[in-house]
């Protein structure tokens, strides 16, 4: 499966000054060529994939081809910004990564990890029917090994020597038969205040933009 999305939640978190970005499980570059494109920066990229490292080739700086499992390339230098978007769950350890993610920064270097959310209301429906089940895609994508909460996610990266500076949810309140009939502007707000004030039920994936401890 080729990964070709631009997560607009993770692009919005981005700082304007970036001037040199690592985008680990970069997939076909196209959220990395979004950032050069905005921000006129350099921007390197990490995939597993040979056939994602092609496609990313054509947009990017540099693309490396790696087992994040295993990670261990030396000489990448320091970088204003690190994105994690839906890559740590694929990981044995994702701690590990993180951990080994501080010699590429410095004090003032933000990272932006997005996390799906094991708890969004729906799997917890299946959960409660007595459904576990891997899908090809989604929140039980069958390549993932680690599941988080929105408590679980906080932990993994404040233990991994982060400090949160931002947080959010991103998700709906569950509206099916009434945004028909309710304006736009409505339906926002309620999801909104929805996914803001019960972040783990609502959600469907979580942004965190964090810098290292002092």
Same mark, same amino acid.
């Given at each position: 499966m080729i990964y070709g999305s631009i997560n607009?939640?993770? $692009?919005?978190?981005?700082? =304007?000054?970036?001037?040199?970005?690592?985008? &680990? %499980?970069?997939?076909?570059?196209? $959220?990395?060529?979004?950032? =050069?494109?905005?921000?006129?920066?350099?921007? &390197? %990229?990490?995939?597993y994939s040979e056939i994602e490292a092609a496609l990313a080739n054509k947009y990017l700086?540099?693309?490396?081809?790696?087992?994040?499992n295993s990670f261990d390339i030396d000489s990448l230098g320091k970088f204003d910004c690190i994105?994690?978007?839906?890559?740590l769950e694929h990981l044995y350890q994702p701690s590990e990564l993180l951990k080994q993610l501080h010699e590429y920064l410095t004090a003032d270097s933000i990272i932006i990890v997005?996390?799906?959310?094991?708890?969004?209301?729906?799997?917890?429906?299946k959960f409660l029917a007595g459904r576990f089940r891997y899908t090809e895609g989604g929140l039980m994508d069958m390549t993932h090994f680690r599941f988080f909460d929105w408590e679980t996610a906080r932990e993994l990266l404040e233990n991994s020597g982060y400090t949160i500076v931002t947080s959010q949810s991103e998700g709906s309140f569950p509206l099916p038969m009434f945004r028909k009939f309710i304006p736009s502007f409505?339906?926002?707000?309620?999801?909104q205040k929805?996914?803001?004030?019960?972040?783990g039920?609502?959600?469907?994936?979580?942004?965190f933009s964090c810098r290292l401890n002092s």
């Open positions: 607009a939640p993770v $692009l919005s978190q981005v700082p =304007k000054t970036v001037k040199r970005v690592l985008d &680990i %499980g970069c997939g076909s570059g196209n $959220l990395g060529r979004k950032i =050069k494109e905005d921000f006129n920066c350099e921007v &390197i %990229g990490i995939t700086d540099k693309v490396y081809i790696h087992n994040l994105i994690c978007s839906h890559v997005a996390l799906p959310n094991v708890l969004h209301f729906k799997q917890r429906l409505i339906t926002s707000f309620i999801d929805a996914v803001q004030k019960f972040p039920l609502f959600g469907f994936q979580f942004i």
